[in-house]
């Protein structure tokens, strides 16, 4: 039996939390290329970070399974920005937080223009659904995970992801996918391909992600997705594709870096923060996470 049909899961900040009109996420995607470039991302020179970390609470491991971590450390997280890192609040935790939100905010303003939230973790299969549940609560209820809206409205939502595609002969460097009438993004984005489903409008993300033989093999990002479709959520998704690490990866996981590289331009060119190869690179995997591919052609799902 899975944890999730024994606990309630939910984020619980250590600190309050404004969130910014603007919000991206990031989760470990086959090769962790989400969460590796949010964390890589830097505001222009005298912007003000604050950096939260957020708890996941309720998530139960199974008898003789070690506690989860945090699967990315950085050795330089923010070039040289000021970054406020509150204190826990009396969470009580002196652990590092599996969920990591950076707000960052221009000179003079006490209002972030962006937060990059970052699901730091692989999650069990039988939890990742409510994860997903609680991480679009902690973006889109105000008051419902002790965090607040800076402009009071819906923010503009952005998943920035690498997914495995072996349905496709031949991927483009990079899809956008828009959920329930989000508006399509532009700079480099703008050259995006559509992630070719055969969704009706209006269409649940699984629904889309099933259609014309296209899936998404990723719990994780399946689910966040889905909880974002069927909540109603404008989304944009920009889609990397990604690659199986093999069984010998080294923790950079340096075929993951064009993949990155990609991801980060187009993001930098959407947010207006620098994307550096070079501070990406300094991110890398504390462990192995993932399922190794030990045989050619093996069909995982990676979470």
Same mark, same amino acid.
């Given at each position: 039996?899975?944890?999730?049909?024994?606990?309630?899961?939910?984020?619980?900040?250590?600190?309050?939390?404004?969130?910014?009109?603007?919000?991206?996420?990031?989760?470990? %995607?086959?090769?962790?290329?989400?969460?590796?470039?949010?964390?890589?991302?830097? +505001?222009?020179?005298?912007?003000?970070?604050?950096?939260?970390? @957020? %708890?996941?609470?309720?998530?139960?491991?199974?008898?003789?399974?070690?506690?989860?971590?945090? @699967?990315?450390?950085?050795?330089?997280?923010?070039?040289?920005?000021?970054?406020?890192?509150?204190?826990?609040?009396?969470?009580?935790?002196?652990?590092?937080?599996?969920?990591?939100?950076?707000?960052?905010?221009?000179?003079?303003?006490?209002?972030?223009?962006?937060?990059? @939230?970052?699901?730091?973790?692989?999650?069990?299969?039988?939890?990742?659904?409510?994860?997903?549940?609680?991480?679009?609560?902690?973006?889109?209820?105000?008051?419902?995970?002790?965090?607040?809206?800076?402009? #009071?409205?819906?923010?503009?939502? @952005?998943?920035?992801?690498?997914?495995?595609?072996?349905?496709?002969?031949?991927?483009?460097?990079?899809?956008?996918?828009?959920?329930?009438?989000?508006?399509?993004? #532009?700079?480099?984005?703008?050259?995006?391909?559509?992630?070719?489903?055969?969704?009706?409008? #209006?269409?649940?993300?699984?629904?889309?992600?099933?259609?014309?033989?296209?899936?998404?093999?990723?719990?994780?990002?399946?689910?966040?997705?889905?909880?974002?479709?069927?909540?109603?959520?404008?989304?944009?998704?920009?889609?990397?594709?990604?690659?199986? +690490?093999?069984?010998?990866?080294?923790?950079?996981?340096?075929?993951?870096?064009?993949?990155?590289?990609?991801?980060?331009?187009?993001?930098?060119?959407?947010?207006?923060?620098?994307?550096?190869?070079?501070?990406?690179?300094?991110?890398?995997?504390?462990?192995?996470?993932?399922?190794?591919?030990?045989?050619?052609?093996? %069909?995982?799902?990676?979470?």
């Amino acid at each position: 039996m899975s944890s999730a049909s024994q606990s309630s899961i939910c984020l619980a900040p250590r600190a309050p939390l404004q969130m910014a009109p603007q919000v991206l996420i990031g989760c470990i %995607d086959i090769a962790a290329v989400g969460a590796r470039v949010l964390l890589s991302l830097q +505001p222009p020179s005298g912007w003000a970070v604050t950096e939260t970390g @957020v %708890d996941v609470v309720g998530l139960l491991q199974p008898a003789g399974q070690p506690s989860l971590r945090p @699967v990315l450390t950085s050795a330089s997280s923010t070039s040289g920005a000021a970054v406020d890192q509150p204190s826990s609040s009396g969470s009580g935790s002196d652990s590092a937080p599996l969920v990591v939100v950076r707000s960052m905010a221009p000179p003079g303003s006490s209002t972030p223009a962006v937060s990059l @939230v970052v699901l730091n973790a692989a999650v069990p299969e039988g939890d990742q659904a409510e994860v997903a549940a609680a991480l679009a609560d902690l973006i889109t209820t105000p008051s419902g995970s002790g965090s607040s809206s800076s402009s #009071g409205t819906a923010p503009s939502i @952005v998943v920035a992801a690498a997914m495995l595609l072996q349905q496709l002969a031949k991927p483009a460097p990079l899809y956008q996918h828009l959920l329930n009438g989000a508006k399509p993004l #532009g700079g480099a984005a703008a050259a995006a391909q559509p992630l070719p489903t055969a969704g009706a409008a #209006g269409a649940t993300a699984a629904a889309a992600a099933t259609a014309g033989g296209l899936r998404v093999r990723d719990g994780q990002l399946a689910a966040l997705l889905h909880v974002l479709a069927v909540g109603g959520e404008a989304a944009a998704c920009l889609v990397v594709p990604g690659t199986k +690490p093999t069984a010998s990866a080294p923790l950079d996981l340096p075929d993951a870096a064009p993949a990155c590289d990609t991801l980060g331009a187009v993001l930098s060119g959407v947010t207006g923060l620098s994307y550096s190869p070079d501070a990406c690179r300094a991110v890398t995997s504390s462990y192995k996470w993932f399922v190794p591919e030990r045989t050619a052609g093996s %069909d995982v799902m990676y979470t």
